[in-house]
């Protein structure tokens, strides 16, 4: 069963949404990602940027290991193709792993600012919606996809961490924050448009454009309304969390600003009121 794929599967072997298992993977992930985010904090510079490029690596690594095994049992297909959104981080991580260290305004840097954004808004987001709801759950818990989507996804989860930590602490939050929404929006609609045609195209499925995955909660949507209202929950929902995402670094954002504007208080600055021998007397 572990090397088993696809139509090979015998039917009933699958897994269960939020079972123990389930659980156990999302509490795993998401206390490496604080563990990995207290972790990147207390490093300097120099030291942020090898560990990028280090997890960045190890990242891109291990998407060509599991295409690669893909490919070697013969079921690598145009079904299967790396462009999901969650697959693109593999490659997204790794450049901008190895761009961190270009000249401010060459364009190098720019493609590190862009890819930054994209890994904070869609990359981030989207690894957790398939770590929340994941569509590979036909596969046994045990099988080789089950186990590599859900370890794929918890490294976005931690490379996500080290871009969050860089967004807290930049010397200009707020320019960050509109150049930061411009490119995830940029990404994310070009990106919708592009993979909607392909799918039409090929009758595929990816960027989930054409139907909900597996184990999606827009199922019952698309089953009752149809593609048309399925793709506007889609949407509305996308929106929602973009708004929810950003709007918790807003705020983030106007408090670091107050910050800034405020004069720290000292206790040894306290006016004290003259001795009784010194002060003005009334005529």
């Keep these: 069963m572990f090397w088993v794929h696809g139509e090979d599967l015998p039917a009933g072997t699958g897994g269960e949404p939020f079972c123990a298992v389930h659980l156990t993977y999302i509490a795993v992930f998401l206390t490496a990602t604080v563990c990995y985010a207290l972790f990147y ?6 030291r942020r940027r090898t560990a990028d490029q280090i997890l960045g690596s190890l990242i891109f690594f291990f998407g060509l290991c599991e295409y690669g095994i893909t490919a070697l049992l013969g079921r690598f297909s145009l079904y299967t193709l790396p462009i999901h959104v969650c697959s693109l981080m593999f490659s997204v991580a790794l450049v901008h792993g190895w761009t961190n260290s270009a000249r401010p305004g060459s364009f190098s840097a720019k493609l590190h600012g862009f890819l930054g954004a994209v890994l904070f ?58 150049r930061d929404l411009r490119s995830s929006a940029l990404f994310l609609i070009l990106g919708g448009l592009l993979m909607g045609l392909f799918d039409r195209a090929t009758g595929t499925n990816y960027w989930f454009v054409a139907r909900p995955g597996e184990g999606s909660p827009f199922a019952g949507i698309y089953e009752s309304r149809g593609a048309g209202g399925y793709l506007l929950a889609f949407a509305l929902t996308a929106a929602l969390c973009t708004a929810l995402w950003y709007g918790l670094r807003y705020l983030l954002f106007v408090r670091r600003r107050r910050e800034r504007r405020t004069p720290p208080q000292s206790s040894k600055s306290k006016t004290r009121p003259a001795p009784a021998g010194e002060q003005e007397k009334a005529p």
């Design 41 to 46: 904090k207390g490093l300097d510079t120099r």
């Design 121 to 178: 808004h869609p990359g981030i987001l989207g690894a957790w919606a398939a770590l929340l709801f994941p569509d590979w759950l036909y596969y046994p818990f045990w099988n080789y996809l089950s186990i590599s989507s859900f370890m794929g996804h918890g490294l976005i989860s931690l490379y996500g961490a080290s871009v969050i930590v860089n967004a807290a602490e930049a010397p200009d939050p707020g320019g960050l924050f509109r």
